[in-house]
Every structure is written in C-alpha cells, then in structure tokens.
C-alpha cells in the first residue's frame, strides 16, 4: 500500500524559502517510472499543480511557478522534495504531494495523495 | 494557462442525479482526452474519481459506480447518480494542458439536500 508523507515548517517568513519533503513507503521511488508531484491548495480555494519530477530528475513544473520552484528526489531516503523560494502570503496553502498509478511516464493525474501539510507564510 | 471553470456550488435532493461542468478550452479540455475528476471531503486530501474523461480507477470502481463523466468541445461534465449523504463534498476537475502540465478547476460544492 503506498502511502505519502509531507514533513516541513509550517510557519514561513515572507521573502524566504519554503522547503517540503514528502518521504514515500509501500514503494520505492527508485524502481519505478512514476512520476512524483506537488500540489496544492489555498485555504477554501481549489487546487493548483506546482511541479512532478521522476527519479531520473526528469521534471516539469507550473509555468507561472517555474521561476520560484525546485524540485529534487533522494532515491537513498525515498523521498522527493520542494522548494519555493521568495515566499509572500498567496503562498500559505496546504501542500499536498501526490502520485499518479500509471508508471509509463508523466501523467496528468493523481491517484495517490499525501494527507497535506499546512504551511503559513507571515512574519 | 487560466483555471478551468466550475460552478462554485451544486446541490441535489437524495436519490436524484446532479451534473457538474467544468469549462476549459481547445488548449486543454478540448484538446485532450485527459479530464479528471476528484472528490474532496472537509479536511480530508482530494480522491481521483475519474480520468481520462469517464474511467473509474481500478480497486474503486464499485464504490465510484454512481460517478459518470464525459466531454462534449470544451465543457466536461461529471454526473453523480442516485445521491447519497455522503456524496457531499467538493468536486475539481483537472485537464492536461500541453507541455506536460496540469490544471485544475476552481472547484464545485455539493450539497445533498
């Protein structure tokens, strides 16, 4: 059974870095073609891709986040990682990481979902 | 790339049928067959429902059963048959894009009157 983990601040500084680790078990991120993604979700708003990226460090990333975000994978601790730097308050979102089943390349959709982790951007 | 479009709320009487519409356009929606679509309870992650227009994920497709969606231009819609209670939640659809990117709707409430 996969299952998704998101772990990091949930307080942030306007202007910093928010940084997100999402440690993965019930498989392994190394034996897989999957792709593994970010996404998320202002407080009562919908929700918003932020980026995927495989274990190959194949990515691809929102166009009007792209500049702000870094996503990387640590096939050694089974995790994979965000970063979004220059942080403002549109930013406070439940972040959410997520996986789709299909292993035969990027897919746009997600059947696998991590329970979230709130992060609040404010001095 | 703009957010697809949903009505903000939806509501149904037990044991009829609602359809929900999600408005995109030819660049996404219209251009491909790649049209999901997720059910979220309060404080609870988004479940993928249906992909690739009308699929019901395997392992779910008995409990997702009462769940149909389609596609006609740029409009996809999602039709939830013989309402239940517990049916009520948010409902977001998503398309690909194009250049390997996704994007979501703004989402739909659903009540269950």
């Known amino acids: 059974q996969l299952r998704l983990q998101e772990s990091g601040p949930g307080l942030v500084k306007p202007s910093e870095t928010l940084s997100l680790t999402c440690t993965v078990s019930?498989?392994?991120?190394?034996?897989?073609?999957?792709?593994w993604g970010w996404v998320r979700q202002p407080p009562g708003k919908g929700l918003e891709w932020i980026a995927s990226?495989?274990?190959?460090?194949?990515?691809f990333y929102n166009p009007s986040l792209k500049s702000r975000v870094t996503v990387s994978v640590d096939t050694s601790k089974n995790q994979f990682s965000l970063k979004l730097t220059s942080v403002t308050a549109a930013d406070t979102a439940i972040y959410y990481c997520?996986?789709?089943?299909?292993?035969?390349?990027?897919?746009?959709?997600?059947?696998?979902w991590g329970q979230g982790i709130l992060v609040t951007v404010s001095s | 790339q703009s957010a697809l479009t949903q009505p903000p709320a939806a509501s149904g009487s037990s044991g009829q049928s609602v359809t929900i519409s999600c408005i995109g356009t030819?660049?996404?929606?219209?251009?491909?067959?790649?049209v999901s679509w997720y059910q979220q309870h309060p404080g609870k992650a988004p479940q993928l429902i249906l992909y690739?227009?009308?699929?019901?994920?395997s392992g779910l497709r008995d409990r997702l059963s009462r769940f149909t969606g389609s596609k006609s231009g740029n409009t996809a819609s999602l039709t939830v048959h013989g309402l239940q209670a517990e049916d009520e939640a948010d409902y977001y659809c998503?398309?690909?894009?194009?250049?390997?990117?996704?994007?979501f709707g703004g989402g739909t409430k659903l009540t269950v009157l």
């Open positions: 019930g498989a392994s991120i190394s034996s897989t073609s999957h792709f």
């Open positions: 030819s660049s996404d929606v219209g251009g491909y067959n790649f």
């Open positions: 998503s398309s690909y894009a194009g250049g390997n990117t996704v994007i």
């Open positions: 690739e227009v009308d699929k019901l994920p």
């Open positions: 997520a996986r789709p089943d299909y292993s035969g390349g990027w897919y746009p959709s997600f059947d696998y």
């Open positions: 990226i495989n274990s190959s460090w194949s990515t």
